[in-house]
């Protein structure tokens, strides 16, 4: 063995390995998540998701100026309604008065400089649980049917004050559809991320408990990606969306789809955001609260393998939690 190369020699100083990171996480790496519901002075935590909480707008606009205030430069909504409220279209959605537009003017209203980004989608406004009202037959979302109504839920969400919005639905020709009807409404400095790359995962069940957002029947496998597949379709699907008028494009789940996450970082010239998602949040949480792993260090090396595998930015519900561990 030539001992004369010795990689060793870098590691052995802790102040030497904090000189060589190539890799840096920052507060300003982060999407702060909130879910909004109705009600007032609400703040419900998330069975599935401990420190994870449903808030209604007057608790969320507080809590966001809180995460503004320890820097913190982005947040994503989630609406959360009353169930007397979904039916089959998803009506609620378009809605210039519903939870997510009343919070996005008093965030704006307030002052808050965090950038607004909403979720665009209607899984959580109608009555089925699946993104898009139904074809006939009711076994799969009608593509096209829905595609104008997540123009109408992107004009709503532009007025009310989004800076960003992020059709996550899956559905083909939904970005084009999107920037066209906020551009025919005046709203062309409204940036588009999109969910290009949304794999049909098993990791979402603690985040359809936060939006109440579960299927009543069947799953979202004909819309959303097959995991089977190769990088090629993941590698289509942004590219699409770039076509279409796609300012940014997401990967979701991060965590265990880092090989699509960097081949899309080199795939693509625009910013690609990872979502790590609630099932890998809640994997984290139950682990840690068995003593099984340290919490913390999952926390940081899991979202620095998201940063370092290409994430300009990354969704997490860690947020909270990352102040203290990146000071």
Known sequence: ???????????????????????????????????????????????SMPGVYQMSVDVAVDWLKQMSQ?????????GVIDRTKKDALGTEACNPDNVICQMLRR????????????????????????????????????NDNTLSVLARQAVNHARAG???????????????????????????????????????????GPFRDAADS???????????????????????????????????????????YLDILAAVRQRVHVPVVAYQVSGEYAQIKAASERGWLNESAM???????IKRAGADLIISYFAPQLVDLLD
């Open 299 to 305: 926390i940081l090396e899991s979202l620095t393998a």
């Open 107 to 142: 965030v704006k209203d307030s002052g808050n400089p965090m950038v607004g980004i909403t979720d665009l989608c209607l899984c959580e406004y109608t009555d089925h649980g699946h993104c898009g009202p139904l074809t006939a037959d009711s076994k799969t979302v009608d």
């Open 214 to 256: 579960a299927p009543t029947h069947g799953d979202r496998r004909s819309y959303q990606m097959d995991y089977t597949r190769g990088v090629e379709e993941a590698l289509l699907e942004v590219d699409l969306d770039i076509q279409q008028g796609a300012d940014m494009v997401m990967v979701k789940p991060a965590g265990v």
């Open 70 to 78: 320890i820097g913190f430069g982005a947040y994503i909504a989630f």
């Open 162 to 204: 989004a800076d960003i919005v992020a059709p996550s639905g899956m559905m083909d020709g939904m970005v084009r559809a999107i920037r066209t009807g906020l551009d025919e409404a005046g709203w062309k400095d409204v940036s588009i991320l999109s969910y290009a790359v949304k794999y049909a995962s098993a990791y979402y």
């Open 1 to 47: 063995m030539d001992y004369s190369i010795r990689p060793r020699r870098l590691r052995g100083n802790s102040t030497l390995r904090t000189l060589l990171q190539r890799v840096r996480l920052n507060r300003s790496d982060i999407i702060v998540p909130v879910f909004v519901c109705e009600g007032t002075r609400v703040r419900r935590e998330v069975t």
